[in-house]
């Protein structure tokens, strides 16, 4: 069965479902003349590069619609038959991914304006057409595919790890308050997926270390064995790029997918490194 579809054609476009998709219903005859029911696709428009050093540009493509497609699915879909909507053949594009299910980050790109994992954007609740942008904050490899290792160099600034002294038995752990337990498994959520430093109007450019760092630095500050190296973790943060560079817009809080409390992280930290800043001076 072979269906043509003319996308300036308004009558051949079903919009309003009840996530508010656009569908892209084909009119479709079998070889016996019957009418079948509508074909319906999904039209996604991914911003292609070939090599750091190139160019960007859109490409458009349309694939047959399935009930709780994610992102993932269509790319995968996109991948196997790399033919645009208006039939030219180009390359498959490039993209991360692993755990499938929202758990590694390295999914993360801008779907429809929006920095998120693509493997939990499920087709059925974006509107039409969809668009799949690289993050802008981290150099772009190729595709969708971004560099994100400043991340995890802020990582080994801010010493996000807690020392120990040895493989031996180290006995038990002190006690700590269950409200602190709490607040540190937030922070042990990360999944250094980069959506709060793509959010965040301070990053770029070097010039911030950002909120997920920060984050960090309070989970492992908040540590008993974490707190022997809590001054190497603050005087990290007070560099030119430190804490004192947010701006308290607070995106990042509103787009971490795993809804970590990056402004209390930030706010704890402010304190901490202006005490350190006052104080610190005593310890040496
Ligand atoms: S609150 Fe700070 S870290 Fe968060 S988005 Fe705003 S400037 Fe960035
Ligand atoms: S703090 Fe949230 S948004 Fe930022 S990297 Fe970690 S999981 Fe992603
Ligand atoms: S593939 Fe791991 S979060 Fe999407």
């Known amino acids: 069965m072979s269906t043509q579809i003319n996308p300036t054609n308004e009558a051949n476009i079903s919009r309003g479902t009840a996530m508010g998709t656009a569908t892209y219903a084909a009119p479709s005859q079998t070889p016996d003349g019957t009418t079948e029911a509508a074909q319906r696709f999904v039209e996604i428009k991914i911003a292609r590069r070939d090599n750091p050093d190139s160019a960007q540009r859109w490409e458009t493509f349309r694939i047959p619609y399935r009930r709780n497609l994610n992102i993932i699915s269509c790319l995968m ?48 609740q974006l509107d039409q057409p969809i668009t799949l942008q690289p993050m802008t904050k981290f150099p772009n490899v190729r595709d969708l595919a971004v560099d994100r290792s400043q991340m995890f160099d802020h990582l080994k600034r801010v010493h996000a790890w807690v ?28 999944m250094t997926c980069g959506c709060c430093l793509e959010a965040c109007p301070q990053y770029g450019g070097d010039n911030y270390i950002g909120p997920q760092a920060i984050a960090q630095v309070r989970l492992f500050n908040m540590h008993p064995t974490g707190k ?35 402004t209390k992280a930030i706010y704890e930290e402010n304190r901490e490194t202006i005490i350190h800043g ?7």
Request: glycine share 8%; charged share 25%.
């Open 77 to 124: 879909e996109i991948r196997k038959n790399p033919v645009m909507a208006n039939g030219e053949r180009t390359t498959p594009p490039v993209w991360d991914m692993s755990c499938l299910e929202q758990v590694c980050g390295i999914c993360t790109m801008v779907i429809n304006g929006k920095v998120r994992q693509s493997c939990s954007a499920l087709v059925d």
């Open 163 to 190: 020392e120990i002294d040895g493989t031996h038995d180290l006995g038990a752990g002190a006690k700590m308050s269950q409200e602190d337990v709490a607040e540190r498994y937030a922070y042990s959520r990360c």
């Open 228 to 262: 022997m190296t809590r001054d190497e973790r603050l005087e990290a943060l007070m560099q030119d790029d430190g804490i004192q560079n947010c701006g308290n817009s607070q995106n990042c809080v509103r787009v971490c997918p795993m809804s970590i409390p990056l």
């Open 278 to 284: 006052l104080f610190g001076w005593l310890k040496r």
